[in-house]
């Protein structure tokens, strides 16, 4: 008997396990990446809800909208971060069309956009530093960069992972009958994306 | 799911609605009209809005099966229990 | 081979096995040698945490007084064998972390979600062999770290296993600073090993099922594994946030959990009970699936109520992200919020007590066979039983605010985790010994370590519930300081007395363990004569568990089945055929 993984008929790497009982419907690895996307919920449930409970226990804590942080920058990193997660379903698009070019190119997109995204937050800490706004500023401070600066460290190792994929795609790993790779740092990349935009809207406009 | 004959969601248009519903929580934000409360409301719904996109059409919720999609809001009510419930310490 | 999705370069038993000494045990991303790693690893945490417990029970039994072997201690712990005040504090907190989440929780998740899920459910492997390597390699720093608490500069972590805030947020209240910080890094790190496992076991289960295994046909210890697994995914990353905000307050200025500035310590308290609670039955759910398992096994019958039991664990996993606030009703917490908990917590002794009456049907009637893992299944049963009577006195807020923090809990939680947990972990390892070594353990010491081990468990823990409701108070460092507790000296002294001697009844396990695994009589492929998957296959398994796929024909436990010639029928073998159509009265029900 062969290895197993040239045994299978092509396109069954992306269908549920064979010879299973039906279980979630879909194939081993995007199960396992939404499974460990909700502890990641939880995760940001922890942090986002405890800001939410402080922030209503002592408001007064916090400055107006505008004050503190800079608006106008982190709008535009949002909208760099939504780019990103659009360049990331165009390369999963190409990968399932087998358009090998598109689909390196869009997924190099993606690595460069979010590596914009985190030195530009890189870039908002030194100036909000500069301006004495630190974790020890009150509950202010402790949650902001709490809340964002592991938001941002999910997306650094997003970005890791993605040069990862890109690397891969360049050497042809992924097919139409086999992106799975693909498919998964995707789920991860835009779930990243889907964090920051609650983030955006309860950290810096409320 | 079938992958032969695939025809995707339109990606484009989806990201132009959010650059929009971005741009409309910056105006609501900034809008002296509306009362804080109103301002709030406002954003938390187009920010779920735009979660939703997201989920739906770039992590493909639409076209899963309902087992997936069971599978994750599943924890969104335990999320929502725990804040609530620890609001009430500070009512 | 099956055509289920392999790992590139996995290796599967039609071809030899030609993997290192380290690939095959070391790296290995085999879940029978991963089971087998957590196994040793957290039984040496479970010897860690009792030989700290006999140091607690030395200082409470004779207080002030040298220890005995005490001079081997340094004299930041222990000048002259006497241990110190803030050494003590740290006992108890490291006594607790220890057993909780070194010891229990990988013996029950990590060895048996491991070992068995595959194996029951007729699967080669778990959905994601390389990253339950990962899982393991991950967890062995977090427990050289923890262990590395002692030797710094200041001492171990003293703020209690929960940690409560601004206690441990605030050097200046324990006098403990890189301690805590170790505590909280370490139990973050350990946290990504169990959400890590989580995601394989949840996947697993969901996906790996061989052909003919539904949900209905699952054997209760891989409903509870799997339930469990959920509770692991969804409660330990709440952990991880909340120990990154302390660690962030002792590290970083932040405010979360300390008041100047507006930190708030009943924060903590909801972060941390609303893992803790999900914690507990993670601890407890699994040694009710193997339970089960076993005592069908011991009763040669099915398991009584086999659907009420899979409703009973969703029930009390669903139940459980109810009640967290009753382990805080004396934080000054909101008395109606605290009201809605103590309904939720009474709620939830509804399924434990239907699958309690299921256990006792189970071995109602039924052909019994007392092995040793019948005795600790059976003691299970019993032990638990109290432990969750002490429990609905707890659940009731106006008892708590008397008992809270006194030894009456003490009491309740050693019923549940050593009555219950740890008869059952020790009912798990000799029931699966022989699959996981190959060798039987020896009965006779088995039954010995069990009656010994019986004994003088509940001589230490039944006499605690006198003691709480005296005003005994838990994590204090002398009694005798206070005077409406010196009559209970003696009675404390009794308890660490058989405290003494059950540490020391372990022996025999320990010889039992090492010497079948070294000498013991080479174990058949089905030495229990069971019906689950994992005894269709040799002892131990190969890699890949089977050559062919089994395929599962019906519900599991099929004990004593009235058409069939022996007196237990595997899941891989159809019933036996009806003859002349129609079941008979009393069939179980063909699903």
Redesign the interface.
């Known amino acids: 008997m062969t290895d197993a993984a040239h045994a299978m008929p092509a396109g069954e790497a992306m269908l549920p396990p064979a010879e299973a009982e039906l279980g979630s419907g879909v194939y081993n690895e995007k199960l396992g990446m939404w499974v460990f996307l909700l502890s990641e919920v939880m995760f940001f449930t922890a942090l986002i809800g405890s800001y939410i409970i402080l922030r209503f226990s002592r408001p007064e804590a916090w400055a107006a909208p505008g004050e503190v942080l800079n608006i106008p920058i982190t709008a535009v990193n949002t909208f760099i971060l939504i780019c990103s997660s659009v360049t990331m379903v165009k390369a999963y698009a190409a990968a399932a069309d087998g358009h090998q070019q598109a689909l390196r190119w869009w997924l190099v997109a993606t690595v460069l956009i979010g590596a914009t995204f985190v030195g530009v937050q890189a870039f908002e800490y030194t100036q909000l530093v500069h301006h004495e706004f630190v974790p020890s500023a009150g509950l202010y401070g402790s949650t902001f960069y709490t809340m964002t600066g592991f938001h941002g460290f999910h997306v650094t190792m997003g970005v890791l992972c993605m040069m990862f994929v890109t690397w891969r795609a360049f050497h042809g790993a992924y097919t139409p009958t086999d992106h799975r790779g693909v498919e998964v740092i995707g789920l991860y990349w835009h779930f990243v994306d889907l964090v920051w935009i609650i983030l955006f809207t309860i950290v810096y406009l409320i | 799911m079938e992958h032969a004959a695939r025809r995707h969601p339109n990606y484009i248009g989806v990201w132009f609605f959010l650059a929009v519903l971005t741009a409309a929580e910056l105006g609501v934000a900034f809008l002296p009209r509306f009362s804080k409360q109103t301002i709030i409301l406002f954003l938390i719904l187009l920010a779920v809005w735009k979660a939703l996109l997201v989920a739906l059409y770039f992590m493909h919720l639409r076209f899963e099966n309902n087992r997936i999609r069971l599978l994750v809001v599943a924890p969104l009510p335990l999320a929502a229990i725990l804040v609530v419930a620890v609001i009430q310490e500070f009512r | 081979?099956?055509?289920?999705?392999?790992?590139?370069g996995?290796a599967?038993p039609?071809h030899a096995d030609d993997r290192t000494f380290l690939r095959k045990y070391f790296f290995s991303t085999d879940h029978k040698i991963i089971g087998i790693q957590f196994l040793l690893m957290s039984l040496l945490f479970l010897l860690l945490g009792g030989i700290l417990a006999m140091v607690i029970r030395w200082q409470m039994g004779y207080p002030n007084q040298p220890m005995p072997g005490g001079g081997v201690l340094p004299e930041t712990m222990a000048p002259g064998g006497v241990v110190l005040p803030e050494f003590y504090t740290s006992l108890v907190t490291m006594h607790g972390t220890f057993m909780v989440f070194f010891a229990i929780m990988p013996l029950l998740v990590g060895v048996f979600g491991n070992y068995l899920i595959p194996l029951k459910i007729g699967?080669p492997d778990m959905?994601?062999p390389r990253?339950n390597m990962a899982s393991f390699w991950i967890a062995v720093p977090a427990g050289i770290l923890m262990i590395a608490g002692f030797f710094v500069e200041g001492g171990h972590a003293s703020a209690g296993w929960t940690s409560y805030a601004p206690l441990s947020a605030n050097p200046e209240y324990t006098g403990v600073s890189l301690g805590q910080q170790i505590w909280c890094v370490s139990l973050i790190v350990l946290g990504l090993s169990s959400?890590?496992g989580?995601?394989?076991y949840?996947?697993t289960v969901?996906?790996?099922?061989?052909?003919?295994?539904?949900w209905f046909r699952l054997p209760l210890s891989i409903w509870a594994l799997f339930i469990t697994a959920i509770l692991v995914?969804?409660?330990?990353?709440?952990l991880?946030?909340?120990l990154?905000?302390l660690l962030?307050d002792q590290t970083?200025?932040?405010?979360?959990f300390l008041p100047p500035?507006?930190?708030?310590p009943?924060?903590w308290q909801?972060?941390f009970w609303?893992f803790g609670h999900p914690e507990v039955y993670i601890l407890i759910l699994p040694a009710m699936g193997f339970v089960s398992d076993i005592i069908a096994n011991g009763s040669r019958k099915p398991v009584f109520g086999y659907h009420s039991m899979v409703f009973a664990i969703i029930a009390i996993g669903f139940l459980g992200?109810?009640v967290w606030?009753h382990h805080m009703f004396q934080s000054g917490?909101?008395p109606?919020?605290g009201t809605s908990f103590m309904i939720a917590t009474m709620l939830i002794a509804v399924p434990s007590a239907i699958k309690v009456f299921n256990w006792l049907g189970t071995v109602w009637g039924g052909n019994v066979r007392l092995h040793v893992p019948m005795l600790h299944a059976l003691a299970f049963v019993s032990m638990f039983v109290i432990g969750g009577l002490s429990g609905v006195f707890m659940a009731s807020t106006p008892v708590d605010i008397y008992i809270h923090d006194t030894y009456f809990i003490v009491a309740h939680l050693h019923y549940v985790l050593f009555g219950g947990s740890l008869f059952a972990i020790f009912a798990a390892i000799t029931f699966w010994y022989p699959k996981m070594f190959g060798r039987l353990m020896n009965p006779t010491l088995g039954k010995i370590h069990f009656w010994l081990t019986f004994v003088f468990y509940n001589l230490v823990f039944f006499p605690m519930h006198q003691l709480g409701l005296q005003g005994h108070m838990r994590r204090i460092y002398d009694p005798s300081t206070y005077e409406f507790l010196r009559p209970l000296a003696g009675l404390n002294r009794f308890i660490s007395i058989s405290a003494f001697l059950l540490f020391a009844s372990q022996i025999l396990f320990v010889i039992n363990f090492i010497g079948s695994w070294w000498r013991g009589r080479k174990a058949p492929e089905n030495p229990w004569e069971d019906t689950g998957l994992e005894w269709t296959t040799p002892s131990p398994p190969p890699h890949g568990n089977w050559a062919r796929?089994p395929t599962v024909h019906h519900a599991p436990y099929e004990f004593s089945h009235p058409r069939a010639t022996g007196d237990f029928l595997p899941q891989t073998q159809p019933l036996p055929a009806e003859v002349g159509g129609g079941a008979p009265a009393g069939t179980p029900a063909q699903h």
């Open positions: 081979m099956t055509t289920i999705a392999a790992q590139p996995e599967h039609a699967a959905a994601f990253l959400i890590l989580a995601v394989n949840i996947s969901i996906n790996l099922r061989a052909p003919g295994m539904t995914l969804l409660a330990m990353p709440i991880s946030g909340a990154i905000m962030f970083l200025g932040t405010h979360f500035q507006g930190g708030q009943l924060l909801h972060l609303f992200w109810m606030g917490m909101n109606t919020l796929t």
